[in-house]
């Protein structure tokens, strides 16, 4: 997947059968089945792949227990089919993770073994794990960490956990091997409409190279997430509110605070939500949280409310208490929810269930839904575009179609950090034969190679220091500090790959810094 390549793609196709405007798991798994049921495809991205929403879950793949307490029935049916499809087609990125649920009364733990034999129950034979009710003595010994004082008892429960920004770059990879064309750093910046105001294509600008491309088109989809409402206010005369972005944010540890491969999961914090603590890359993941917010931006920043939220339910519930000067890194993430038809519903009861508008325009827009569903919303975008007339009918096939560098995956291959690879790992490894100064570690902290940066940038289209070290090498989201202090290491080798100079080097770095800064705590920055 290399960015000239992409670049002639879009300069020699006169029209297209499908115009996706956002590169998050929806654009994607939409660019995905487009491209896979044979149309002629091109996804445009204003920044990188993943970038906002995409790359900031708590990453898991999951049907939503919560839903379930809601009595969404049929959303948690509908994830948790997706969550056995979504281990089948990309077996080196998800894995089969199990959670255990403490409890500190006496009836939590027939409460809850009964509600998640129902959620197995949901799963069918895409189930990843029986759930069971187990002893205190079982549930210490599974979290070793865990608040033992009134602890009564535990269950254990499966779900699904992953990378998300590995699979959002492995599906953009998918859909170009289905001959899709894929361009990040290149923003809608206008919508073109014929005399009767329906919408024919899209004006877009390579932020590269400054060019602006008038890009036609049958089908239109707007699948930008929590910047919905910008697109929306290019198409309607009338300004309406599609979606209300809400963050959550997650903290990074060390994996001493919960030395166990079992996740952590507190289904009922202080204020109604749930909390999970997940192993991930070899640290502790700690989220999340849900606050309505009024403005939203590409860098979203933890409020001190969140953040001292999440510390305090993680001290309750883990003996080894981590402080402010143990987080290794804090990110956010705006979920991009369906606005409520009506006004002043809590964050927690908006619906994550995707919608789908179609705009009196024609244009085809994408609101709300999760990474679990990706795909399955895709499905519904593309057979909506055929439904409305804006493409042949033609079937999908995404169900069992393989991502980019799917292959089984065990605990043992989980050893080796490079499994995130899947089938891609003998390239990389060759890589380092090849270009020994390569073998390098990004960071002595870390494992991280710079063939992995080297991989990102020639088969990935990483452009930045932030493409690398925040979505290709997850490094940013695990460790900030380590990050910072890799990034001129990173910068180089971009400059010397893209045949940039000195002063872009420095710009790349400070800007890098400036990122980077948001990921710690403010006394830390």
């Not at 939203?296 to 339910?313: M, Q, W």
């Not at 690398?468 to 202090?485: E, G, Y």
């Not at 180089?492 to 810094?513: M, S």
Request: aromatic fraction near 8%.
């Amino acid at each position: 997947m290399k960015r000239s390549e992409q670049l002639s793609k879009l300069k020699n196709t006169e029209k297209w059968d499908v115009i996706i405007i956002g590169g998050g798991a929806s654009g994607l798994g939409t660019a995905l089945d487009a491209a896979s049921r044979g149309y002629k495809t091109i996804l445009l991205e204003a920044v990188d792949f993943a970038k906002g929403t995409s790359s900031r879950s708590t990453k898991l793949v999951h049907g939503g227990v919560r839903y379930l307490e809601q009595g969404d029935i049929h959303l948690v049916r509908e994830a948790l089919k997706e969550r056995g499809l979504m281990a089948k087609n990309a077996g080196h990125l998800v894995k089969n993770q199990s959670f255990v649920i403490p409890n500190y009364n006496w009836w939590g733990g027939y409460f809850y073994t009964i509600g998640l034999k129902i959620y197995d129950l949901l799963s069918g034979r895409l189930s990843l794990g029986a759930s069971k009710y187990i002893s205190k003595k079982k549930t210490i010994e599974m979290l070793p960490t865990v608040e033992e004082k009134g602890l009564v008892s535990g269950v254990i429960y499966h779900d699904g956990q992953f990378d998300d920004s590995r699979m959002a770059i492995n599906i953009a990879q998918t859909a170009a091997e289905k001959g899709a064309c894929l361009l990040n750093y290149s923003k809608v910046v206008n919508l073109l409409k014929d005399n009767k105001n329906q919408i024919i294509g899209v004006e877009a600008i390579d932020h590269e190279t400054g060019h602006k491309y008038d890009i036609k088109g049958s089908a239109i989809i707007n699948a930008t997430g929590v910047f919905t409402n910008a697109i929306m206010k290019l198409n309607d005369m009338v300004y309406k509110k599609y979606i209300v972005p809400s963050q959550g944010i997650h903290l990074v540890f060390d994996k001493s605070f919960l030395p166990s491969d079992q996740a952590l999961m507190i289904p009922k914090t202080s204020d109604g939500r749930v909390l999970f603590a997940v192993p991930w890359h070899n640290r502790i993941v700690v989220g999340t949280t849900d606050t309505l917010i009024r403005k939203h931006s590409l860098e979203p920043i933890a409020l001190e409310s969140e953040i001292e939220f999440v510390l305090e339910t993680a001290q309750r519930f883990l003996a080894k208490k981590p402080t402010r000067a143990d987080v290794l890194s804090v990110f956010a993430g705006l979920r991009p929810l369906a606005a409520p038809e009506e006004e002043g519903k809590s964050t927690k009861e908006v619906s994550r269930s995707h919608k789908i508008i179609v705009s009196e325009t024609g244009l085809i827009t994408i609101t709300g839904g999760k990474w679990t569903t990706y795909r399955k919303i895709a499905e519904d975008i593309i057979d909506k575009a055929i439904k409305v007339g804006k493409l042949p009918k033609k079937v999908c096939n995404t169900e069992h179609l393989p991502i980019h560098g799917n292959q089984v995956t065990t605990a043992l291959d989980r050893m080796n950090h490079l499994y995130i690879y899947g089938s891609d790992i003998p390239k990389i490894l060759e890589l380092q034969q090849n270009e020994p100064e390569l073998k390098e570690k990004l960071h002595p902290d870390h494992e991280f190679i710079m063939a992995e940066v080297a991989w990102a940038i020639r088969y990935e289209m990483a452009r930045t220091v932030d493409d690398v070290l925040a979505r290709r090498v997850r490094l940013l989201f695990l460790d900030a500090r380590a990050a910072i202090q890799s990034s001129e290491k990173v910068a180089r080798l971009l400059a010397k790959e893209l045949g940039h100079d000195e002063t872009w080097i420095h710009r790349e770095v400070t800007n890098f810094h400036g990122i980077a800064r948001g990921f710690l705590l403010k006394e830390f920055q």
